[in-house]
């Protein structure tokens, strides 16, 4: 792998009873760190500096920004909801579509402009902010993808989910039907 630098904001040391006991040479660390950090690299870096080399055995994620709040639901425990109350319950522990999109500063089109970015079309300007990656939304707040507002202000999309155009197109027709 390729050096770069990374964010780690907590490299702590859980557990280590099994050097002790003989067991197999195992620690249990909580690793909180940034976007894009590998732990298994961290946790190779650890093992050459203690001069003995060392593996993830066990990776369990804990959140991913922007979910540090939401529960986080295992396979297993989400099957246990359904078991004991129900197929429906399940939804309940859906986030909607825009809640992945909260870190991203919001960019708001009207069905028109919707059906040009479905289309693979940009917009030209000026949208805020420049040079930044954006959420794109209708005017009723749907998450219609992701795009990119360039230096002059133009918007043009990066990835959008598959009902943006559908939508854009059906809102412009409808609106054109309310204005004939």
Known sequence: MEEREVEVHAFDLLNAADLLDGGEPLLRLHVECGSGTYVR?????????????????????????????????TLEGLEQLREQAGERVLDACLLPIEAGMASW??????AAQAQRLGRGQGLRGPYPPRGRQVAILDEQGRGLGLGEVDTEGGLRPT???????IAGAAEAHADALRCS
Do not use: T
């Open 41 to 73: 690299s961290l946790v190779r870096d650890l093992g050459e500096l203690l001069g003995c080399g060392a593996h993830v055995a066990e990776l369990r994620r804990l959140w991913v920004d922007p979910f540090r709040e939401p529960r986080m639901w």
């Open 159 to 165: 990835r959008l989910f598959r009902w943006a155009a």
């Open 105 to 110: 500063p919001e960019v708001r089109v009207n």
